[in-house]
Every structure is written in structure tokens, then in C-alpha cells.
């Protein structure tokens, strides 16, 4: 455990931030996981479920939970996973 006040400070403002940043990873992987069951079923669904998971992916690189390039290729890869119609 720290001793200073400033080190007990930043203990503590690490601990809210990765709470945050974990609800946000989780968040995601629960959306990456919808759109795959919505795709390998080939659901209608699967368009919108798209959507929500390029804005989670967005906001995740935006709040440098993960690189924008990393963000970028997860993306590319998931659309074309979409069935083509």
C-alpha cells in the first residue's frame, strides 16, 4: 500500500478508471459476441447489431482502451463476416 497522500490519490483514481475501462471491454465483448451468433445464423439483425459494434469499437480506441488501428482492423474484419445481400 502507498504511503503518501498523493500515492493513496492515484491508487485510488486507478482503481475507478480500470472499473470504467472494464465495463467498457465487457460491454464490447458482449456486442462482439451478439453480432457472431446474429451472423453465422444469417438474422436481419446482424446489419444493426454492426452498428452498435463499430460505435463500441470507435468509442473503446477513443478512450485508448485499445490502439484505433486495432479498432480499424476489428471493424474490417466483422463486415466481412456480414452476408452480402
Do not use: C, W
Amino acid at each position: 500500500m502507498p504511503q503518501r497522500r498523493n500515492a493513496i490519490k492515484d491508487l485510488r483514481k486507478n482503481r475507478t478508471r480500470h472499473l470504467h475501462n472494464q465495463q467498457i471491454k465487457t460491454d464490447l465483448k458482449k456486442a462482439v459476441k451478439q453480432f457472431m451468433t446474429a451472423a453465422t445464423d444469417k438474422k436481419a439483425e446482424a446489419k444493426d447489431l454492426l452498428k452498435t459494434l463499430y460505435k463500441k469499437l470507435d468509442k473503446a480506441a477513443k478512450r485508448g482502451i485499445m490502439h484505433k488501428n486495432t479498432a480499424a482492423h476489428r471493424k474490417s474484419r466483422f463486415a466481412k463476416l456480414l452476408p452480402a445481400k
